[in-house]
C-alpha cells in the first residue's frame, strides 16, 4: 500500500483521496533542516504515536506507541548521535516535543526521510500529522483526523509514501 502525496493539497490512498497540506515553501529534493520544505521522494513510514489521553487507540496495523511527556524527536544539528531520532527529553539537545499543548501530534506517523545514516542538517522531525485548518506546515503532511484514522485502517507496517 502506498501513499501518494500528487500535490500540495492532495493525499492519494487506495481509492480515498484526502486534502492535505505540505511545507509552507513546497517540497524539494534538496531538503535542508528549517526550510519549510517537504522533502520529495519515496520512504517507509514509521510506528504511530498517539495520545492517549485525547484518543483512543486507533484500528491499525502499525505498531502504537503512547506519547510520554518526556518524548521527543531530536532536530539538534550539534547532537550528531540523535539527530532526526525519538528520544528522551532533555535541555542539551534541541528537539520537537512530542507531547504537545495543541492537538498536531495527537496522531502522528514519522516519514522515515534522512532516517537511517541520517545526515546532518538535511532535516528532521518529518511526519504525518493532524491538521484542522490545513495551513502549510514546517515541512511535515498534515491532514484532518477523520482522514487520519481511514488511512491507518488501510496502511500497513510496510506502507511507503511517494511525495511529489
Known amino acids: ?3 501518494l502525496i500528487k500535490n500540495k493539497h492532495t493525499l492519494i490512498l487506495d481509492e480515498f483521496r484526502f486534502k492535505c497540506s505540505i511545507g509552507k515553501n513546497g517540497s ?3 531538503k535542508r533542516e528549517g526550510d519549510k520544505k517537504t522533502p520529495k521522494g519515496k520512504f517507509k513510514i514509521g510506528n504511530l504515536y498517539y495520545r492517549e489521553d485525547r484518543v483512543e487507540k486507533p484500528k491499525t496495523s502499525l505498531k502504537c506507541i503512547k506519547i510520554r511527556r518526556n518524548m521527543g524527536w531530536s532536530n539538534d544539528i550539534n547532537s550528531p548521535k540523535k539527530y532526526n531520532k525519538l528520544i528522551k527529553i ?3 539537545i534541541k528537539h520537537e516535543k512530542l507531547k504537545r499543548k495543541d492537538f498536531k501530534y ?5 516519514i522515515k526521510y534522512n532516517y537511517s545514516n541520517s545526515i546532518i542538517g538535511k532535516g528532521s522531525c518529518i511526519f504525518i500529522h493532524l491538521t484542522k485548518n490545513y495551513r502549510p506546515t514546517a515541512g511535515c503532511i498534515a491532514i484532518n483526523k477523520k482522514d487520519f ?7 500497513k507496517r510496510n506502507s511507503e509514501i511517494i511525495i511529489n
Open 1 to 3: 500500500m502506498t501513499i
Open 28 to 30: 524539494s529534493l534538496n
Open 90 to 92: 532533555n535541555n542539551k
Open 106 to 110: 495527537d496522531l502522528l506517523v514519522p
Open 149 to 155: 484514522l481511514i488511512m491507518l485502517k488501510i496502511i
